[in-house]
């Protein structure tokens, strides 16, 4: 896999003095809460989304939300990405309030929170950029060679002048990472990224981001559904549910702390702790088998 290197030249979004901090957590949070107005005639009050939610994202690790869909783990993604204000509660990006400055904030993440719609679909893999790259001050040569860098990471290279409409899922996936990746971000956010893709590509998915988590100092937080790729691809898993944080700690140990074993596997597994602590199945629990 080709190694990810630095954007050339000093074209990237400068640092703003004093963040982000290379000592601090990559994401702290402490009794980090949101509540939504009721959207619905049958409900009463405001919902929450978060409920006192407090964890630690070390940097450099590959940090996986787990839950089932309403958990709230795309709420506290939106959060970390200044996207929205919480209600309550505590949270530092890299040591930097995104309450206080989201500018020093957004300079430090790459996103990709919509997956294949993250990019321009009218536009080549190229194009998209390159556009990209001129919203950071890249010179003209300093984002042709980023865009050539991240085309052969993600590999499209082949497919790089063709239209984004006509690329497969699994395609335009690995081009909204690239996206994400334009600015040499030190914390990359993704929400879902193997949704939607066939066995193969998410395969292809998941060996990409190992190959960046391995880069040094590049953090990666992933929100997802899917146990078995939590469990074989995170360092470390916080199980949400209802809003609430129910557990938080390596997929290895979370199963170790588990009591008794899973009548179908003879093993607790990290399925298990999601049920023994949730009562219920994630989407993709009833899984048997992932491709390693």
């Known amino acids: 896999m080709t190694q990810l290197q630095p954007p050339r030249g000093q074209g990237a979004a400068p640092r703003v003095s004093g963040a982000p901090s290379a000592d601090r957590p990559a994401i702290q949070t402490i009794g980090l809460t949101h509540r939504f107005p009721a959207r619905r005639r049958a409900q009463t009050g405001d919902v929450t989304a978060l409920d006192r939610v407090t964890l630690t994202v070390p940097q450099g690790a590959l940090f996986g939300l787990l839950g089932p869909n309403g958990a709230g783990k795309t709420t506290l ?27 020093a904030v957004r300079q430090c993440l790459g996103v990709a929170l919509g997956g294949e719609r993250a990019v321009y679909w009218r536009l080549t893999g190229r194009e998209n950029l390159l556009y990209a790259a001129s919203l950071y001050d890249l010179s003209a040569a300093q984002a042709a060679a980023r865009a050539d860098d991240l085309l052969r990471l993600v590999d499209l290279e082949e497919r790089a002048d063709d239209l984004v409409e006509r690329y497969s899922t699994g395609m335009r ?14 914390l990359l956010v ?10 193969q590509a998410a395969v292809s998915m998941r060996r990409l981001l ?21 469990e074989r691809l995170c360092d470390i898993v916080a199980v949400l549910d209802r809003g609430r944080l ?22 607790a597994t990290l399925e298990d ?20």
């Open 173 to 186: 996936q690995r081009l909204a990472l690239a996206r994400a990746l334009v600015a040499d971000p030190s």
């Open 77 to 103: 993604l939106r959060i970390v990405c200044t996207l929205l204000v919480p209600s309550a509660g505590e949270v530092e990006v890299l040591g930097v309030d995104p309450r206080k400055d989201p500018a």
């Open 246 to 267: 129910v557990a938080c700690d390596a997929p290895g140990v979370l199963a170790a702390r588990h009591v008794g074993a899973s009548p179908r596997t003879g093993a």
């Open 210 to 230: 190992e190959g960046i988590r391995d880069i040094r100092s590049r953090t990666i937080v992933m929100a997802t559904h899917n146990v078995l790729e939590a």
């Open 273 to 292: 702790v999601v049920l023994a602590l949730t009562g219920r199945a994630t989407p993709d629990a009833e899984t048997t088998e992932m491709p390693a």
């Open 190 to 199: 993704l929400d879902e990224p193997t949704t939607g893709l066939d066995p």
